[in-house]
């Protein structure tokens, strides 16, 4: 059973940072894409950053230059630096991975993580 797990999230002020962390239990080889979306209150989900196995990333328009994706192969898991935070960054933040499945691919997902940006 492939598990992602999300950690990393907080209460931050505005213009701080925080890293998130998403841990993988299969190797980053069995995965053809992992990507960070978020959940803001409200609203629907997001896709915020997505990274390839060639470590080719793509990066939703409102968080460029704050925010970057990168991952450890040998710990399995990928990370979302945010920096310069503003209060509508404020949202549960989710990671997930493209996988082989039957048929075609799977998305899987992991359980998310809260990120609260208020002074």
């Known amino acids: 059973q492939v598990q992602l797990v999300e950690s990393g999230g907080g209460l931050v002020q505005p213009g701080g940072s925080l890293r998130l962390s998403c841990a993988a239990s299969?190797?980053?080889?069995?995965?053809?894409?992992m990507r960070w979306y978020r959940q803001a209150p409200g609203k629907e989900r997001e896709l915020v950053a997505s990274m390839s196995s060639f470590d080719q990333i793509v990066y939703e328009d409102s968080i460029k230059g704050r925010f970057t994706v990168s991952r450890d192969n040998a710990k399995k898991t990928m990370y979302l630096q945010m920096n310069s935070l503003k209060s509508e960054d404020t949202a549960v933040y989710y990671c997930?991975?493209?996988?082989?499945?039957?048929?075609?691919?799977?998305?899987?997902w992991g359980q998310g993580t809260l990120v609260t940006v208020s002074s």
């Open positions: 997930s991975a493209v996988i082989p499945g039957e048929g075609g691919y799977l998305e899987l």
């Open positions: 299969i190797s980053p080889s069995s995965i053809n894409i």
